[in-house]
């Protein structure tokens, strides 16, 4: 807690299945937002159910941390992300929680030998699946997260989605 910075790991497999872990170091905070403030009405026309308009919302911010530890990876398999990610929490009426999720993520890699021979189109069709792969595992792991803070009588997260 030196830093006050979470660390978030997720590990995918390229197309050739090597593996690619990518780090995140970033700092959480979190707001109540008042029901006439503008947070809140952005995030309620985002919402497909009403939202309950008498109840504040919450909204959780993740950002890339200032300082980090030092690491060395020792391998050339893993980078350093960033991200900027909000989810904001509204009250339905009937009893269940607006869930809105947005979420930036940019992770520079280098490509070795012979994947930096390939053309462009199909270099981009695999850094989109190495990407998409690893938003699936974030997404998950943010809901997770702020499952504690979804105020449903249910307490059940579902996902859709299909694997490719």
């Known amino acids: 807690r030196e830093f006050d910075v979470f660390q978030w790991t997720f590990e995918v497999d390229d197309p050739r299945n090597n593996p690619i872990v990518a780090l995140f170091f970033v700092k959480q905070t979190q707001e109540i937002l008042p029901v006439d403030s503008p947070a809140f009405c952005r995030c309620a026309t985002r919402s497909h159910q009403p939202v309950d308009v008498q109840r504040p919302g919450k909204k959780i911010r993740w950002t890339t941390a200032d300082a980090v530890p030092g690491m060395n990876p020792g391998n050339n398999h893993t980078f350093i992300g960033t991200t900027h990610s909000e989810i904001c929490l509204l009250h339905q009426s009937d009893n269940k929680t607006a869930v809105h999720f947005e979420t930036n993520i940019s992770l520079d890699f280098q490509l070795s ?3 930096n021979l390939m053309p462009e189109p199909m270099l981009k069709f695999m850094s989109d699946t190495i990407m998409s792969k690893i938003m699936q595992q974030a997404t998950e792991s943010m809901l997770c ?5 979804i105020c449903c009588s249910a307490p059940a997260i579902s996902a859709e989605g299909e694997k490719k």
């Open 113 to 115: 030998f012979p994947l």
């Open 145 to 149: 997260q702020v499952q504690a803070d």
